[in-house]
RNA sequence: GGGCGGUUAGCUCAGUUGGUUAGAGCGUUGCGUUGACAUCGCAAAGGUCGUAGGUUCGAGUCCUAUACCACCCACCA
């Protein structure tokens, strides 16, 4: 006998089952190509984990990723598919630097004091302490990798295939050095790329001015710019050719206020006639724009920004000046200068580092870059023909689209945590040397004074070989030739550019494959006002808090079901504890089940045969079955798991459970197949659930394959039991017979009877232990329900011996008429006597069948009745009469 | 400026080949401790599926327009 608590006890069983799991090397896939054994052409399927930061707090993004993936997982290793998920974590260069120099602060020390070689020391001591945090909370989630293959971005394997994609990159010349406009985050001081720039919508105010013509003449043209503290840097001032106002001003030399530089006025089509004053200063050290308007004319281009932010000695009396107190001496200098028009409010878009907040300030700096439009080119090409499939589809045009507008990328980042590039320039001849191993001197000159490029690589680099490189490459590894390509890439729609593209990128140039065929995206996790979580607003919800208040499985469920991929979803803890509910609801489930196994000991003596409730909740869970796994083959996990949901609480509960208490008390054979019904329907369901909730699942499968394996009567050994669910089989397709059909729909009317009696006593307040008399009148279904009395009796809550059936009418005096299709139903309600009430009853339920009779004659009489398909036209016709004949009833009823 | 998504019950959301009484959870109301479950059960109230057109025998579902909300890309100083 076995006997489970009344509630599941999530912490009793989360931790130990995990251990079990990862112990019985469940995690491994089964056909491991460096075991014997292994056959190459078996195709597995294979996740590689988007590396969450080692830095990584867990926010809810977390969990929703970590149980998508495991879902899929876990389906393809239950239908039999070596399986593998590739666990690791990423350095995130800019991320965790920052954490450790903010430490280093606390210690009242820097990065740059400590020197390089310390730092680094210190960094790879941070990463052992916090790196194995995160692992421990995907393991709290349950998240079944690998971790035998778990994989860091810095790890020496992965180094080598970062240093060997550089080296290819530059072999094609399609990495390049050299000066260019670049994003410089004064805060973080390193370049960052353009994806790491947020354009935030702020106050701020535009200035006119007057800038002096060169020749004295007292003539001037008016400028407007919003950032006055760059016109040190001004080497021209662009208006339209065509500015009727202007153009006479064309060739002409001005002078820079404050400086007195004589800079040219140019003519450039770039400039809007309309805006401003319609004369744009230029300053090509600082402006994207300006940049290229100052190449076309020559113009030069001065810098005058230092790394911090502070203006330098081109600045002249502002050098050393942080740049926007610089912005309000200099417009100070000029108003007493007179050079001041006016200056007035105006709405723009600031850039801002995504890290670190603070304003971005483009410059022209000597930098690496990857030559994009090759690859891009590839990549598009590669999901035009479908070999990459977006999951929703919408995104393969946010994809397409960005790749037909994609810009160089700025590779370089002034850091010292990262990949550090692999050149090196020769301090003697001044060669550059870009070697796969750390050269000892020049190849050119011979000398040994060779100095390492300190820069290191955006942590995005090494990110988008992350699906091939965990798995050896360069070299061609057991692993590589096995599990690469993958199958699906899961993650958030946030991060296409960032990675899922150059993933793409990257597998086609240097694989010759595309590294996944499919790209599943989910939405963001809000709050359950539909607003971003962070710190700021306080509103983050924490996913161990919850994982410590309702338990792993219910997180999962809340997170899967009930949203759709690609969607945003707002995640409150109502929801959580709702789940929390279904998984105690789950295991009360198994434990009633487990119960009914339990008592049955009688030995079979006849072939089974089964009851109306028995054949109809084989028939929904074949159903539930078959439609569950047509939606997992389509990604559908949300719809999935409701269906399981709505089949476990709603028919196998609700409606089954109670069914079978009868039917396990009669004992003998009846009994028998009753338990293992029960146990074979919650065998396929926890099988389907197990992907959602693996841990009540699991444990639940445990207690059930104990209780049904030493009861002698279910014992059978066609029913076969893994030792665990997450390696049980998922249940194979199970085609629909044609008598389930005609089963289902009298089930359902059992149902429609019973909800109606139960409806009428609650009207009537009938206590429900109270048994009531009812007696029956149908032509057609009389013997239909004297074979479904006591299901009847049980669920409605009848009197045994009050319950009657007759094939004819006779008058029921004074009991309560009910009427359900042809079938008229009189209860003893002794408690009532409200005749009249009972009398508008009556009239309203008539009223509502002839509303539905009029409106189906109306429709089979239109073109409907030939245009449908006959099978809806003739479901239509079945209803009809249905009314029809609960209509006649009702009338007789009411005498009219 | 371009693009994408959303608008369904008081709240949060499902609803994928268009099928004719639109679903769930939470909340609300009434009743209820019979050995699976009060983390529960039974019953009830609550929706012209943003708006206006169109296609169709039939539209929450497809098309067009429009309003509002959210997001992405671009970035006229």
Redesign the pocket.
């Known amino acids: 006998m076995t006997e489970?608590p009344?509630?599941?006890?999530f912490k009793e069983y989360e931790e130990k089952i995990y251990q079990e799991w990862e112990e019985k090397g469940y995690f491994k896939p089964t056909n491991d190509p460096n075991l014997p054994g292994h056959d190459p052409n078996i195709k597995p399927f294979v996740i590689v984990i988007p590396p969450p930061n080692v830095t990584g707090a867990l926010h809810l993004g977390h969990p929703l990723f970590v149980t998508t993936q495991d879902i899929m997982i876990r389906y393809h290793r239950m239908k039999g598919e070596p399986t593998l998920w590739v666990p690791g974590s990423d350095h995130a260069g800019i991320a965790t630097q920052l954490q450790v120099e903010n430490q280093l602060r606390k210690e009242g020390t820097t990065r740059e004091e400590i020197g390089r070689e310390a730092f680094e020391k210190r960094m790879w001591e941070w990463k052992e302490k916090y790196g194995g945090q995160i692992t421990a909370q995907l393991r709290r989630l349950g998240a079944s990798c690998d971790w035998t293959r778990e994989r860091f971005t810095l790890d020496e394997g992965l180094s080598k295939a970062v240093r060997e994609a550089f080296i290819q990159l530059y072999e094609k010349s399609l990495v390049y050095q050299g000066p260019r406009m670049i994003n410089w985050s004064p805060g973080l001081q390193t370049a960052v790329s353009?994806?790491e720039?947020?354009?935030s919508e702020e106050e701020g105010r535009?200035y006119y001015f007057k800038y002096m013509l060169a020749d004295g003449s007292g003539d001037y043209l008016p400028?407007?710019?919003?950032?006055p503290e760059t016109i040190p840097g001004d080497t021209g001032v662009?208006v339209?050719p065509d500015d009727q106002r202007y153009q006479k001003f064309i060739g002409k030399k001005v002078l820079v206020p404050i400086l007195g530089r004589r800079v040219p006025v140019v003519g450039d089509e770039?400039?809007?006639?309309?805006?401003?004053?319609?004369?744009?200063?230029i300053t090509p050290g600082h402006?994207?724009?300006d940049y290229e308007i100052g190449q076309r004319h020559q113009l030069e281009l001065i810098n005058i920004m230092n790394k911090d932010a502070t203006l330098n000695e081109n600045a002249g009396p502002y050098a050393g000046m942080e740049r926007f107190k610089a912005r309000k001496a200099i417009w100070a200098d000029m108003e007493e200068a007179g050079l001041v028009i006016k200056e007035e409010p105006?709405l723009?878009?600031v850039?801002r580092s995504q890290r670190g907040g603070e304003v971005i300030e483009p410059l022209v700096s000597t930098q690496w870059f990857v030559k994009m439009d090759s690859l891009a080119a590839k990549a598009a090409e590669s999901v035009q023909k479908g070999e990459v499939v977006f999951v929703?589809e919408?995104?393969t045009?946010?994809f397409l689209?960005?790749m037909e507008?994609i810009?160089d990328w700025c590779i370089s980042r002034q850091l010292w945590w990262g990949h550090r590039i692999p050149v090196w320039y020769c301090q003697n001849c001044h060669e550059t040397i870009v070697s796969r191993e750390d050269p000892t001197h020049c190849p050119s000159c011979g000398s040994a004074e060779l100095k390492q490029d300190p820069d290191v690589l955006d942590t995005w680099f090494s990110s988008g070989l992350w699906p091939f490189s965990v798995f050896g490459w360069p070299e061609e590894t057991p692993d590589y030739c096995y599990f690469y390509p993958t199958s699906v890439l899961e993650t958030g729609?946030?991060i296409?550019?960032f990675w899922v593209a150059r993933m793409i990128m990257d597998g086609l140039e240097f694989t010759g494959k595309v590294p996944f065929h499919t790209v599943y995206l989910h939405?963001?996790v809000?709050d359950?006002?539909?607003q971003?979580m962070s710190k700021t607003k306080n509103n983050v919800i924490d996913p161990l808090v919850l994982m410590n208040e309702y338990g792993t499985d219910a997180l999962r469920f809340t997170l899967v079901?009930?949203?759709?991929?690609?969607?945003?979803?707002?995640?409150?803890v109502?929801?959580v504890?709702?789940?929390?509910?279904?998984?105690?609801?789950v295991?009360?489930?198994g434990?009633?089940v487990i119960?009914?196994i339990d008592k049955v000991d009688e030995p079979i003596k006849t072939d089974p045969i089964w009851t109306l409730a028995d054949a109809w909740i084989w028939a929904r869970a074949k159903q539930t079955v078959n439609s569950v796994t047509v939606l997992f083959e389509?990604?559908?996990f949300?719809?999935a798991g409701?269906q399981v949901?709505?089949f476990l609480?709603?028919d196998?509960?609700?409606?089954y459970?109670?069914a079978s208490?009868r039917q396990l008390a009669e004992g003998g054979d009846r009994a028998a197949y009753t338990a293992i019904l029960l146990s074979d329907v919650l065998g396929l369901m926890l099988r389907l659930l197990h992907p959602f909730t693996p841990f009540v699942t699991e444990a639940l499968y445990g207690y059930l394959k104990k209780a049904s394996e030493s009861n002698r009567i279910i014992h059978n050994k066609e029913r076969k039991w893994e030792e665990h669910l997450i390696v049980a089989r998922w249940p194979e397709d199970m085609p629909l017979e044609d008598w389930e059909e005609g089963i289902v729909k009298d089930f359902e009317l059992t149902q429609e009877i019973?909800?109606s009696i139960?409806?009428l006593?609650?009207?009537y307040?009938v206590?429900?232990?109270q048994a009531i008399e009812a007696v029956f009148v149908s032509e057609q279904k009389a013997d239909f329900l004297r074979e479904q009395k006591n299901l009847l009796i049980d669920l409605a809550?009848l009197k045994e011996d009050g319950f009657l059936v007759f094939e004819c009418r006779l008058d029921q005096g004074n009991m309560t008429a009910l009427v359900v299709e042809d079938i008229e139903i009189f209860l003893n309600l002794s408690a009532s006597g409200d005749s009249e009430a009972d009398h508008e009853r009556l009239e309203k339920e008539l009223s509502?069948a002839e509303i539905?009779i009029e409106?189906?004659e109306k429709?089979l009489s239109?073109?409907?009745a030939?245009?449908?398909?006959a099978n809806?036209?003739e479901?239509?016709r079945e209803?009809l009469a249905?009314?029809k004949s609960s209509a006649e009833k009702l009338r007789e009823r009411l005498g009219i």
Do not use: C
């Open positions: 489970l009344k509630a599941y006890d353009d994806l720039v947020e354009y535009l400028v407007a710019t919003t950032r662009a339209h770039y400039v809007t006639k309309e805006f401003g004053t319609g004369a744009l200063k402006d994207p724009h105006y723009m878009k850039p929703p919408r995104f045009k946010v689209n960005w507008n810009q729609y946030d296409i550019f939405g963001m809000r359950d006002k539909g971003k079901v009930g949203s759709s991929p690609g969607n945003d979803q707002n995640v409150g109502k929801k504890e709702a789940n929390r509910n279904f998984a105690n609801k295991w009360n489930i434990r009633f119960y009914a389509n990604y559908q949300g719809e409701r949901y709505e609480w709603n196998f509960a609700d409606w459970l109670e208490k019973v909800r139960r409806n006593r609650s009207e307040k206590e429900p232990g809550g509502e539905h409106r189906l429709l239109s073109p409907f030939q245009k449908a398909p809806v036209v479901a239509e209803k249905g009314y």
